[in-house]
């Protein structure tokens, strides 16, 4: 079992950055996929990134079309964690942001992006970009 606790997110102007973080526990976290999905209020919960298992020292990411060249996603197995960097934020950012961990992942293949496809999910982490 995986336990995943955000932080990072925050109050932000529109065009500005934050760094999200995900904390994850137990001692197989690179054989999880790694996501990160947000929920805005009043719409379903959306994909936004995700980077495959470890499969040697490569990954594969994946990325919504509404965050691609904006955000990025690394994971560092050393410390269980998975980061997501956003830039270039605007107002329809705003959201609650979710880590979630894929235990059916495989290396060497892109990411899932279902939410279904994931099994373990954060607390979540609120973002709000101002205009």
């Given at each position: 079992?995986?336990?995943?606790?955000?932080?990072?997110?925050?109050?932000?102007?529109a065009?500005?950055?934050?760094?999200?973080?995900?904390?994850?526990s137990?001692?197989?976290?690179?054989?999880?996929?790694?996501?990160?999905?947000?929920?805005?209020?009043?719409?379903?919960r959306?994909?936004?990134?995700?980077?495959?298992?470890?499969?040697?020292?490569?990954?594969?990411?994946?990325?919504?079309?509404?965050?691609?060249?904006?955000?990025?996603?690394?994971?560092?197995?050393?410390?269980n964690a998975?980061?997501?960097?956003?830039?270039?934020?605007?107002?329809?950012?705003?959201?609650?942001?979710?880590?979630?961990?894929?235990?059916?992942?495989?290396?060497?293949?892109?990411?899932?992006?279902?939410?279904?496809?994931?099994?373990?999910?954060?607390?979540?982490?609120?973002?709000?970009?101002?205009?």
């Amino acid at each position: 079992q995986v336990q995943l606790v955000e932080s990072g997110g925050g109050l932000v102007q529109a065009g500005g950055s934050l760094r999200l973080s995900c904390a994850a526990s137990g001692r197989t976290f690179s054989s999880y996929g790694m996501g990160w999905f947000r929920q805005a209020p009043g719409k379903e919960r959306e994909f936004v990134a995700a980077i495959s298992r470890s499969g040697g020292t490569t990954h594969y990411a994946d990325y919504a079309d509404s965050v691609k060249g904006r955000f990025t996603i690394s994971r560092d197995n050393a410390k269980n964690a998975v980061y997501l960097q956003m830039t270039s934020l605007k107002p329809e950012d705003t959201a609650v942001y979710y880590c979630a961990a894929d235990s059916n992942s495989r290396p060497w293949v892109k990411p899932d992006t279902g939410p279904s496809e994931y099994d373990y999910w954060g607390q979540g982490t609120q973002v709000t970009v101002s205009s």
